[in-house]
């Protein structure tokens, strides 16, 4: 049933960008009728060439050529061109238009040409990765379009179950990229502290967050709280090193980072991964495989969750959708809500905590769903901030900014769930909800007496996600896991950086926020169908949402006679790409030169017309073998100059460039705050406060903010009232 959810629907991809086709690939994978109009060159895609040809086809799959005679959406962007073209089609076939941009067309870089590379730059995600001393490492492929597809993809979905439909969905890539770093921004801007770069594989707050060798392979480990460092160190043998006060917190462990690596690296020589991984269960310390590019789709758990699959001509695999789901039962029809709020009416439990569950909660929020949070007082969300001691005026528990951000257009209760009378009001919250969202590790909700079986019993109707990284059975499911964990699963370390470097992460957290959009994706898909397809249990594994992120590589890899190299900042495709120093000694220009057109206006700004004309350098790979020479002269003529100044000099010639931004920097920034995405709120305990808005709008108005993330228990009181009065339903 999963692949004939959005059967009925007929979209239109008038565009040739990655971000606009992968979200056309999702309304195909998910049984709409997707014609695609636009054609384009796939060699720059991608790994470029015959595999970026292959990854086109991946993007592809499912599309039909020609055009409908009427259609429901219409997909356009990312240049003006395509989507003054997908305007015009959106007009004459009477559907929703989904403009999808680079940027706002508000801010003042709304005219700016975009690259996945400058868009790393520009959200603060490349600043903190890389060596200590610089540059700044952009990662390989095109997840900044990648996260714009999906997180257009649920824009979309929603606008088409509102009544009536809004003619017009706006979306850009890097508001949608903002999802990795807006709490950081936010953390930043309202409670003090900077962005850093510490090292490879070294991010704040969490330490060791780290690849190491095995003596089969690679083993990914992360801890953060201080009873996983000492879970550590005692299954390495050292139990001295967990008790020993230089090493007791994250930040300490952090600034001794290479006498830890030196003291625990070569210790992990001594056994398997898969040892590894059966001690660290026991041991209660996230840590897993790290399989490379080759062995990935061979794992068993994978192939056992049909996570990879043949397309085109059956020439390679890719990922399938990141989520399993099983459909039925009686189901109410979806009463749609107006444009504003396609939603309203329906209720959301969210029993998640952090990140990817509570994302997946806002987004629904965000669209006028009633968010209903249930925490408890002994486990509150844990982003509120894990210190066992809460004393203070305020509590440090409603001061955090994470949870804030993370957490606004929802109501907040406080149940037992380890008490029969918690249990019951929690169920009966679940008899009376349209969704549940949860991301606890697998079988706790089980062992709370609220799984699967229990939800079907109250609600048949019911669309339940749950999310534990790898996904529900298998051998995998039972590892605890951060968004780091995910991301050292993914395959995606084998892919950033550099050959010399372990295998490395680019963010302390990818998979969290990227999972939550899909999340998202998910529970949008099954509500749309649910009277006909009736209620839905989704098994969605964090780490397979990544593999969205590799899928070129992938594809790359199985057309390769080797594993493919990394090779930090430079592409196949795409010539010159590099970060250079402009200015001060830590501030850095990011530039992707994406074509011929790029590389002459590059050239006439670096007075070297004669590399414009010389046969040598005609292609990217030509450019690529005397990239030292042309990063050289690209870095000279940026080193007196302002990176922000230097971008504008460029992009005034048309040229792909941008400043490499902190994260800290970002809550001031007029690409944001102009188009409205820093709104203001009220707040007990923290009073007037900034936080991150929708990253999508409706005929140019971005959704409603109704309510500051609830502080602990703070709407109990009123939905348990709503609750008896209502026999068992809340009230919005």
């Not at 090292?199 to 201080?226: E, H, K, Q």
């Not at 390769?560 to 830590?586: E, F, I, K, Q, W």
């Not at 292609?619 to 690529?624: H, I, P, Q, S």
């Not at 030292?628 to 940026?638: G, Q, R």
Request: aromatic share 8%; glycine share 12%.
């Amino acid at each position: 049933m999963i692949d004939r959810l959005l059967e009925g629907l007929t979209v239109v991809e008038a565009s040739r960008g990655v971000a606009t086709r992968y979200c056309g690939r999702l309304f195909a994978r998910l049984g709409a009728t997707v014609v695609r109009m636009a054609g384009g060159d796939d060699t720059v895609i991608g790994y470029g060439g015959a595999a970026g040809e292959a990854y086109g086809r991946w993007l592809d799959e499912g599309k039909a050529a020609g055009e409908p005679s009427s259609a429901d959406l219409v997909i356009g962007g990312q240049d003006a061109g395509d989507l003054a073209e997908a305007a015009a089609v959106a007009d004459r076939l009477g559907a929703v238009l989904l403009e999808l941009t680079w940027f706002h067309p508000d801010g003042p870089w709304g005219a700016w040409r975009g690259a996945d590379e400058l868009i790393q730059a520009l959200t603060g995600v490349a600043y903190p990765f890389g060596p200590k001393e610089g540059p700044p490492t952009l990662a390989q492929g095109h997840g900044p379009q990648i996260a714009a597809g999906v997180t257009a993809f649920n824009a979309a979905l929603g606008a088409l179950m509102a009544r009536p439909r809004p003619r017009r969905v706006s979306v850009n890539v890097f508001e949608a990229f903002m999802c990795l770093t807006e709490t950081g921004a936010v953390s930043a801007l309202m409670e003090g502290g900077g962005s850093v770069r510490l090292g490879v594989n070294r991010f704040v707050p969490t330490y060791p967050c780290a690849s190491y060798r095995t003596a089969d392979g690679w083993l990914g480990v992360s801890t953060l709280t201080p009873a996983q460092w000492k879970g550590l160190c005692g299954m390495l043998g050292r139990p001295d090193l967990g008790e020993d006060p230089r090493f007791a917190t994250t930040v300490e462990r952090l600034l001794a980072a290479d006498e830890v690596d030196a003291l625990l690296a070569p210790l992990f020589l001594g056994r398997t991964t898969a040892d590894w991984v059966a001690l660290s269960g026991a041991a209660r310390v996230p840590a897993t495989p790290m399989p490379d590019l080759s062995e990935l789709p061979r794992v068993e758990h994978w192939r056992a969750r049909g996570a990879f699959g043949p397309f085109g001509d059956g020439e390679a695999v890719a990922p399938t959708l990141p989520w399993r789901m099983v459909s039925g039962g009686a189901a109410p029809s979806l009463d749609a809500g107006p444009p504003e709020a396609p939603l309203r009416g329906l209720r959301v439990i969210d029993f998640s905590m952090g990140w990817a569950g509570p994302l997946c909660a806002r987004t629904l929020g965000d669209l006028g769903a009633d968010v209903v949070k249930v925490e408890s007082e002994s486990h509150p969300d844990w982003w509120r901030g894990w210190e066992a001691d809460q004393t203070g005026d305020p509590p440090p528990r409603e001061t955090k900014f994470s949870f804030i951000s993370m957490n606004r257009n929802k109501r907040g209760v406080v149940l037992d769930l380890l008490t029969p009378e918690g249990l019951a009001q929690a169920k009966a919250l679940v008899a009376g909800a349209d969704v549940v969202v949860e991301n606890f590790a697998a079988g706790v909700m089980d062992k709370l007496g609220l799984g699967a079986e229990v939800r079907r019993a109250l609600n048949p109707g019911l669309v339940a996600i749950s999310m534990p990284a790898f996904g529900a059975g298998g051998p995998l499911s039972g590892i605890r896991a951060y968004g780091s964990t995910v991301e050292q699963a993914s395959g995606l370390p084998f892919v950033n950086g550099r050959d010399a470097w372990p295998p490395c992460l680019q963010h302390v957290a990818f998979g969290d926020p990227i999972a939550g959009l899909f999340a998202a994706a998910a529970v949008l898909s099954a509500l749309f169908a649910r009277e006909r397809a009736g209620g839905a249990e989704i098994d969605l594994a964090q780490v397979a949402c990544l593999f969205q992120f590799a899928a070129d590589a992938l594809v790359a890899q199985q057309l390769a006679d080797r594993l493919l190299p990394r090779t930090g900042n430079r592409r196949p495709r795409a010539a010159p790409v590099a970060v250079v120093r402009a200015g001060d000694d830590d501030s850095w220009l990011a530039v992707a030169v994406d074509g011929p057109a790029a590389w002459r206006a590059l050239c006439g700004v670096l007075g070297r017309g004669d590399w414009a004309e010389d046969p040598a350098l005609s292609d990217a790979e030509a450019r690529n073998r005397h990239a030292d020479a042309i990063e050289a002269a690209l870095a000279a003529w940026a080193a007196p100059q302002d990176p922000a100044a230097a971008a504008e000099r460029l992009q005034s010639a048309r040229v792909p460039a941008a400043p490499v931004l902190r994260s800290d920097g970002l809550a001031y920034l007029p690409q944001l705050a102009d188009p409205g995405f820093w709104p203001e709120m009220e707040r007990r305990y923290v009073g007037r406060h900034v936080t991150p808005a929708a990253p999508f709008a409706y005929d140019g108005a971005r959704p409603a903010l109704l309510r500051p993330a609830p502080t602990l228990g703070e709407h109990t009181k009123e939905v348990l009232d709503a609750l008896e009065r209502q026999g068992g339903r809340t009230t919005g």
